[in-house]
């Protein structure tokens, strides 16, 4: 595993502007470099890449980040394969650092499992090639479905045959171990013997790939048509493969998915294959399982736009109408596209060119209001008691929706498409949430789970030496939340300071304030502190402590990792921060930290002057404003709070508190005006 020094090592060598120039024509412009972004369809450079500071924002699209993850949006890469991929291309070596007997065993078993799958699929590939069985049986069958050789190499399709071409006897004589065999789930022992024997044999093979392309499982097909036989004999879940995290052509498809920005899903692997032979390559499947929330959280790493295609019979109308709510319920867009009754997606790709196949998609996708209320009321038009219940179905489905403009936009939809007062849809959304709110909490006790107001914030992530194997399944698979999303705001009225704060934190902490009548040491002098110093210390007088939880864990965390750095010159230092921050596994407040830092600020005549000075030689003014306004604040609220006390109170009657509130109000009142003339003198 990486080290955190060879980490270090790694993004001190790396130049913005040369990773992401291997990806893009940028110019130079003033200090920066400009180029087209890749993340959307840019016409006019929007993307601006900043040498000095490492790091890379579009200012149309608001993709932002650093080198790191430039590689992991733009190449799919795993946050640890794209420090592999930038120690490549400077040519450092990757020192692994020192593992515990159990993590070296935990490592070389994971990798031994995915070493035994991929033996397999070459073998059952070169049975298919090269032995007379397999040309006979297993080609033959994939060249009666019309895949061509190309696409049949593409996703390594191959046969397993029964004796003598077996996959047990070949592995254990090539010197595979039998543990890993059977753990894989590629072979099975006799009770009693001990004797191996496969899982799979006399069926055509459909080897199952993880995101960055390892062969962690199988399914494998049947050409006998005695119903006694199983038509699909899958691999099970083991320590490689998870079926509800996994789904069937994925690695094939990420690039396409996410260039055109929309994932087409299926059901079969056929159904795959035949599509994207069809030119049509941004399709994956749920492999024959109803669709998962950890499968629909892997196509969001890509993109939020899903259309899923189902047959046109009865069967693949209800597996529609059951992944649509899941789909909502993670915030992606979905549409629905139902095939002619006598198609599936294979059927239809083999019939059809690719323009014909695009044509029809667009033609009949259906957003999930349009498919469920054209289906479910095309028979009880007239019955105003099934109308009734097919609307509340779909404004259930409405309800899921996590985001509320969305939802609100869907709120319209159904108001328009069946003639209602928005407020009744509305306050029918508020009861399915409500609903559901209750029936989690009481799911969380019931279960002895900690509610949400219990639960700790989330930890910055493992530091860079704690690193787990390349290829381990993602415990989440989802992208990862977004700040608002991670850390909900708790208090607006003092967000807006906090955030103030924050940005002179993390953009200029470690940066000299100069003070021409020096505040913080009460001399005329010119004197220095640091911003995070002034800051920390100011907060400190009155033990004062940040409300929101974003802008408390950066602050946090900041000051954390200062204490592990030398001292040095402050730009370097600074850049080091913001690097680590950036560079770091919780993505939400590395997303707040980017956002900060990048945040566009239009010129105005009205602040042309001021934009004039660098900001940084106005820190000795503007750090102590936002510190003031920050205090000015929480004070108004407290003066605010108290008045509302004093007003409880002598409605009871309890004249002695009554009291002490109307002193404590005129304290308030006295160090808010206070307050107030030091903001106004700066």
């Given at each position: 595993m990486i080290d955190r020094a060879t980490v270090e090592k790694i993004l001190d060598a790396v130049r913005i502007e040369e990773v992401i120039g291997d990806f893009v024509s940028l110019r130079k412009r003033g200090a920066n470099y400009l180029g087209l972004c890749p993340f959307h369809q840019d016409k006019n450079p929007s993307m601006s890449v900043s040498a000095t500071k490492g790091i890379f924002k579009c200012f149309a699209c608001g993709k932002a980040g650093n080198a790191v993850t430039f590689l992991m949006e733009h190449e799919h890469l795993s946050y640890w394969e794209a420090l592999r991929y930038l120690a490549k291309k400077y040519h450092i070596e990757i020192v692994e650092k020192e593992e515990t007997a159990e993590e070296i065993a935990s490592r070389m078993r994971y990798e031994s499992l995915l070493v035994v799958s991929?033996?397999?699929?070459?073998?059952?590939?070169?049975?298919?090639?090269?032995?007379?069985?397999?040309?006979?049986?297993?080609?033959?069958?994939?060249?009666?479905?019309?895949?061509?050789?190309?696409?049949?190499?593409k996703f390594g399709l191959g046969y397993a045959a029964s004796r003598p071409l077996t996959l047990s006897g070949a592995a254990l004589k090539a010197g595979y171990k039998k543990e890993y065999l059977v753990a894989s789930g590629l072979c099975l022992e006799r009770e009693g013997s001990g004797e191996l024997y496969d899982r799979f044999f006399d069926r055509v093979m459909f080897p199952i790939h993880s995101i960055s392309g390892r062969v962690i499982a199988f399914g494998g097909r049947t050409l006998k048509t005695d119903k006694s036989?199983?038509?699909?004999?899958?691999?099970?879940?083991?320590?490689?493969?998870?079926?509800?995290?996994?789904?069937?052509?994925?690695?094939?498809?990420?690039?396409?998915?996410?260039?055109?920005?929309?994932?087409?899903?299926?059901?079969?692997?056929?159904?795959?294959?035949?599509?994207?032979?069809?030119?049509?390559?941004?399709?994956?499947?749920?492999?024959?399982?109803?669709?998962?929330?950890?499968?629909?959280?892997?196509?969001?790493?890509?993109?939020?736009?899903?259309?899923?295609?189902?047959?046109?019979?009865?069967?693949?109308?209800?597996?529609?109408?059951?992944?649509?709510?899941?789909?909502?319920?993670?915030?992606?867009?979905?549409?629905?596209?139902?095939?002619?009754?006598?198609?599936?997606?294979?059927?239809?790709?083999?019939?059809?060119?690719?323009?014909?196949?695009?044509?029809?998609?667009?033609?009949?996708?259906?957003?999930?209001?349009?498919?469920?209320?054209?289906?479910?009321?095309?028979?009880?038009?007239?019955?105003?008691?099934?109308?009734?219940?097919?609307?509340?179905?779909?404004?259930?489905?409405?309800?899921?929706?996590?985001?509320p403009i969305l939802r609100n936009v869907y709120v319209e939809m159904v108001a328009e498409k069946f003639e209602m007062k928005p407020d009744s849809i509305v306050a029918t959304i508020g009861e399915f949430r409500r609903k559901k709110r209750a029936l989690e909490r009481s799911r969380r006790r019931f279960d002895g789970q900690p509610q949400p107001w219990q639960q700790a914030a989330s930890a910055q992530g493992p530091a860079p030496e704690e690193l787990v194997p390349e290829d381990l399944p993602d415990t989440d698979g989802a992208p990862q939340p977004g700040p608002?999303?991670?850390?909900?705001?708790?208090?607006?009225?003092?967000?807006?300071?906090?955030?103030?704060?924050?940005?002179?934190?993390?953009?200029?902490?470690?940066?000299?304030?100069?003070?021409?009548?020096?505040?913080?040491?009460?001399?005329?002098?010119?004197?220095?502190?640091?911003?995070?110093?002034?800051?920390?210390?100011?907060?400190?007088?009155?033990?004062?402590?940040?409300?929101n939880e974003l802008y408390r864990t950066i602050f946090e965390r900041y000051f954390a990792f200062l204490a592990t750095l030398p001292r040095e010159d402050s730009e370097v230092m600074q850049q080091r921060i913001?690097?680590?921050?950036?560079?770091?596994?919780?993505?939400?407040?590395?997303?707040?930290?980017?956002?900060?830092?990048?945040?566009?600020?239009?010129?105005?005549?009205?602040?042309?002057?001021?934009?004039?000075?660098?900001e940084e030689q106005a820190l000795g003014r503007t750090v102590p404003k936002s510190v003031l306004l920050?205090?000015?604040?929480?004070?108004?609220?407290?003066?605010?709070?108290?008045?509302?006390?004093?007003?409880?109170?002598?409605?009871?009657?309890?004249?002695?508190?009554?009291?002490?509130?109307?002193?404590?109000?005129?304290i308030l009142n006295t160090v808010k005006n206070r307050l107030s003339k030091e903001l106004n003198r700066l």
């Open positions: 991929e033996y397999a699929q070459k073998f059952y590939a070169d049975v298919l090639w090269n032995s007379e069985v397999g040309k006979a049986i297993g080609l033959s069958y994939f060249r009666e479905r019309k895949f061509s050789d190309e696409t049949i190499r036989v199983a038509k699909y004999v899958n691999s099970p879940q083991s320590e490689i493969y998870d079926k509800s995290r996994s789904l069937y052509g994925i690695f094939q498809a990420k690039n396409s998915i996410a260039k055109a920005d929309k994932c087409i899903l299926v059901e079969g692997y056929a159904d795959v294959i035949s599509m994207h032979q069809a030119g049509v390559t941004n399709v994956v499947a749920s492999s024959g399982t109803s669709l998962t929330v950890e499968q629909i959280r892997l196509i969001k790493r890509f993109t939020d736009k899903i259309t899923i295609i189902y047959d046109g019979d009865a069967a693949g109308i209800k597996a529609a109408l059951r992944g649509i709510d899941l789909v909502l319920e993670e915030g992606l867009s979905v549409k629905v596209v139902l095939l002619p009754p006598e198609d599936d997606p294979d059927t239809f790709a083999k019939s059809h060119n690719l323009i014909e196949i695009q044509e029809y998609i667009e033609e009949n996708e259906k957003d999930f209001i349009s498919f469920k209320s054209d289906l479910l009321l095309r028979e009880s038009e007239r019955d105003p008691v099934r109308r009734s219940q097919v609307i509340r179905d779909i404004v259930q489905s409405v309800a899921v929706v996590p985001d608002a999303e991670a850390y909900p705001l708790k208090d607006g009225y003092l967000a807006v300071p906090e955030r103030e704060l924050t940005y002179y934190l993390v953009k200029f902490g470690e940066y000299p304030m100069y003070f021409e009548e020096d505040m913080y040491y009460g001399a005329e002098q010119h004197e220095a502190i640091t911003v995070s110093q002034y800051i920390r210390d100011a907060l400190a007088d009155d033990d004062l402590v940040f409300v913001i690097r680590w921050f950036t560079a770091g596994d919780d993505p939400a407040v590395a997303r707040a930290v980017l956002d900060l830092i990048l945040e566009e600020h239009p010129l105005t005549v009205r602040t042309y002057e001021e934009s004039i000075t660098p920050y205090k000015l604040r929480i004070t108004d609220q407290q003066c605010t709070a108290t008045a509302k006390e004093i007003t409880l109170t002598q409605r009871g009657g309890d004249q002695e508190k009554l009291r002490e509130l109307v002193a404590r109000l005129q």
